[in-house]
């Protein structure tokens, strides 16, 4: 997998930036052409890990590039903060489980909605989410 | 911080979100509502999301608590103009919407409610109901 094509970087503090962060990430997806549901279900899993980020990790970033791999091209979102990390991977991937005042649909439901997910997490130290999105 | 506006239009509330709401505006809008339902005594809200191009589960959470929250207060809630990609990654999302009404477009919406009016309408005129009758103290229940 190879970045290609604009990369873009912004904060998240806020939940204005949750809405900011929709509109990146939808921007791009529309410039490589994702088809209109896939441009939603990974608009929507972008809007779940930025509000994450909001209600647990305090403030983080996310950085927004385009990928190619074996000819496909994808929009690839890292989110990242260096909030308290996630002691039990396993339980917060799991539906309907919430350690604050959330669905607990979050995590597992970004899972869902994308075609790559990888999680790397650390307690104390913070946790970075990584989702890809293929055009088909 | 977006405020939505919410329309009387007879004996309902609606309200159309027409641009891409933060949480704030979302959690804003349920105050309003409720307030709005209760010094109107509407009988029905609207919401039109033919415009929106998300729902998240916060968004989707925040439509089933202002269905909750409108039938407390006598009030029903129906959810219009769903766009078919948010129908299908709501689904994929995990989130169901469980009693929240739908309707496909405004036109749709409103006659529901107006339905639900005229039925209420009609149990409120039947001489068998048993809200009609006075209590007896003491009595024991039919």
């Known amino acids: 997998m190879t970045g290609a094509g604009s990369v873009a970087q912004m904060p998240i503090r806020t939940g204005d930036d949750v809405v900011r962060v929709r509109q990146l990430v939808r921007g791009h997806a529309q410039a490589v052409r994702l088809s209109l549901v896939d441009q939603t279900k990974l608009v929507t899993a972008a809007s779940e890990l930025a509000r994450n980020i909001v209600t647990y990790g305090g403030s983080g970033v996310v950085r927004v590039d385009t990928v190619t791999s074996n000819g496909r091209t994808g929009i690839r979102a890292t989110f990242a903060d260096s909030g308290p990390g996630i002691a039990d991977l396993q339980l917060a991937l799991t539906d309907g489980w919430t350690s604050g005042a959330g669905l607990g649909l979050g995590l597992g439901g970004a899972r869902r909605l994308v075609d790559d997910f990888d999680i790397d997490t650390e307690v104390g130290r913070g946790t970075t989410v990584t989702v890809v999105k293929w055009t088909r | ?142």
Do not use: C, H, Y
């Not at chain 2, 959470?61 to 078919?84: C, H, Q």
């Not at chain 2, 039947?126 to 006075?134: C, V």
């Open chain 2, 1 to 142: 911080m977006e405020r939505v506006p919410i329309l009387q239009l007879g004996n309902a509330l609606l309200v159309s979100i027409q641009v891409d709401l933060q949480d704030d505006s979302v959690v804003a809008l349920q105050e309003d509502l409720a307030e709005r339902i209760v010094a109107t005594g509407a009988a029905g809200v609207v919401i039109d999301i033919s415009a929106v191009e998300i729902v998240d589960s916060f968004t989707g959470r925040m439509f089933a608590s202002i269905a909750a929250l409108s039938r407390v207060l006598d009030a029903e809630t129906v959810v219009v103009g769903m766009r078919p990609a948010v129908a299908i990654t709501l689904v994929e999302l995990g989130l169901s919407l469980e009693g929240v009404r739908t309707a496909l477009d405004l036109e749709k919406g409103m006659a529901i409610l107006d339905g639900l009016a005229a039925r209420r309408g009609i149990e409120d005129q039947d001489p068998d109901d048993n809200a009609e009758r006075p209590v007896t103290p003491g009595a024991p229940a039919p």
